[in-house]
């Protein structure tokens, strides 16, 4: 069964601290795992992806940390701040129909001013 | 220049009764993706669509859900004899023709509570 597990389910973080959001999954055959920010009423933002040819990738204070021998990827948000709070998803899919992807069951961060 | 559509963003229906979601994609996608949010939970895959083509439709539920993306018009997600476990959040995302990219964009979503 194609899972993405996600952790943890809800976070605190102090304003300019460092959030980690962690995802694991279990097939190989997933090549493209991207990030999603959604606040609350909305629909889910695509905020950062990773293919599996690298193990690192940043955006601005977000970036994605990938170990492929260990199926697992990281969203690291740095010097987070109030504006940030909001649940992230981690997804993964196979192959160039990203429309079909698994998602994680979310986490919910708060950045406390 | 706007994003994707959806309509309603809330739908109230009774059990028993016919929810009819609609997604209208962004200008010059092609490609329409549903999904099912539960409360605390992340997006189910439900149908991918394109124009007059259902492309994927394994998560769909076998009963009661079908979908469509006709020539003109919006794609319409239709829920028959609604019952309380169908209370979600659905969302819709489009995304361009095959590029080799993996653009797509999801919709706000609609709301349906069933009562």
């Known amino acids: 069964q194609q899972q993405v597990k996600q952790s943890p389910q809800s976070l605190i973080v102090q304003k300019g601290g460092i959030s980690i959001i962690n995802c694991a999954y279990e097939?190989?055959?997933?090549?493209?795992f991207p990030w999603y920010q959604q606040f609350p009423g909305k629909g889910p933002a695509l905020l950062i992806a990773i293919r599996p040819d690298v193990s690192e990738k940043k955006e601005g204070r977000f970036t994605i940390s990938f170990n492929k021998s260990a199926k697992q990827f990281s969203l690291h948000i740095m010097d987070s701040q109030p504006g940030d709070s909001a649940t992230y998803f981690c997804?993964?899919?196979?192959?160039?129909?990203?429309?079909?992807?698994?998602f994680g069951d979310g986490t919910t961060l708060t950045v406390k001013p | 220049n706007a994003g994707v559509m959806q309509n309603p963003r809330h739908l109230v229906r009774r059990r028993g009764q016919e929810a009819r979601l609609r997604c209208s994609p962004m200008k010059g996608h092609s490609h329409v993706y549903w999904y099912r949010q539960l409360p605390e939970e992340g997006l189910k895959f439900m149908v991918y669509?394109?124009?007059?083509?259902?492309?994927?439709e394994s998560g769909m539920p076998k009963e009661r859900f079908s979908a469509e993306f006709p020539k003109e018009g919006p794609s319409i997600l239709r829920i028959q004899q609604v019952v309380r476990g169908d209370s979600a959040a659905y969302f819709c995302?489009?995304?361009?023709?095959?590029?080799?990219?993996?653009?797509?964009?999801f919709g706000s979503g609609t709301r349906l509570t069933v009562v």
């Open positions: 997804a993964a899919s196979i192959g160039a129909n990203a429309g079909k992807s698994t």
């Open positions: 097939n190989t055959a997933f090549d493209y």
């Open positions: 995302a489009s995304s361009p023709p095959f590029s080799g990219s993996h653009g797509y964009t």
């Open positions: 669509l394109q124009k007059e083509n259902i492309i994927d």
